[in-house]
């Protein structure tokens, strides 16, 4: 019965994250071909409290404000892009205690995982194309910087406590 109770709060706290991730997604400021929003910060915060099932909130509430903000094409690849990088963070963030250096590097990873799947799938010939693709390099990194900015300071507050 204890087990099942765990796995039905691990799924509301998944719901209730891919809320704040599709709420924070819709902060956003419009660049040439997307936006940029602090989605992400949310992700990381989820993955330092969730560990890697933080897959499904980033993959489901950045997909889900894809769809609302008219962007279908990228529905698919956020999914994956957001959910590999929900993922990756909440596994190397799994430990309990994580140095501040630590965060800003699963951070980094992370962020580059986004920023490198966003230019490979915007790179493709149905898509943008190689150029047009590296118009949003900056705004990506920007997006990343902003990301970790946020994360690192919010989960070294002593009240933020990993929910496993």
């Given at each position: 019965?204890?087990?099942?109770?765990?796995n039905?709060?691990?799924?509301?706290?998944?719901?209730?994250?891919?809320?704040?991730?599709?709420?924070?997604?819709?902060?956003?400021?419009?660049?040439?071909?997307?936006?940029?929003?602090?989605?992400?910060?949310?992700?990381?915060?989820?993955?330092?409290?969730?560990?890697?099932?933080?897959?499904?909130?980033?993959?489901?509430?950045?997909a889900?404000?894809?769809?609302?903000?008219?962007?279908?094409?990228?529905?698919?690849?956020t999914?994956v892009?957001?959910?590999?990088?929900?993922?990756?963070?909440?596994?190397?963030?799994?430990?309990?205690?994580?140095s501040?250096v630590?965060?800003?590097?699963?951070?980094?990873?992370?962020?580059?995982?986004?920023?490198?799947?966003?230019?490979?799938?915007?790179?493709?010939?149905?898509?943008?194309?190689?150029?047009?693709?590296?118009?949003?390099?900056?705004?990506?990194?920007?997006?990343?910087?902003?990301?970790?900015?946020?994360f690192?300071?919010?989960?070294?507050?002593?009240?933020?406590?990993?929910?496993?």
């Amino acid at each position: 019965m204890s087990n099942n109770k765990s796995n039905l709060q691990k799924i509301a706290l998944c719901g209730v994250a891919a809320a704040f991730v599709f709420i924070a997604t819709q902060i956003r400021v419009p660049t040439a071909i997307g936006y940029i929003n602090l989605g992400d910060a949310v992700i990381l915060i989820a993955s330092f409290l969730l560990g890697p099932i933080a897959f499904f909130p980033a993959a489901i509430g950045s997909a889900l404000s894809d769809l609302l903000a008219g962007y279908a094409q990228y529905i698919i690849p956020t999914f994956v892009i957001k959910g590999i990088m929900g993922f990756a963070a909440g596994k190397l963030l799994s430990k309990d205690d994580i140095s501040v250096v630590k965060k800003i590097l699963v951070g980094v990873l992370a962020e580059l995982i986004m920023i490198g799947g966003y230019f490979v799938f915007e790179s493709l010939p149905f898509m943008y194309g190689v150029e047009a693709a590296a118009g949003s390099l900056l705004f990506n990194m920007i997006q990343g910087v902003a990301a970790i900015v946020i994360f690192v300071p919010v989960t070294s507050i002593p009240a933020v406590k990993k929910r496993r």
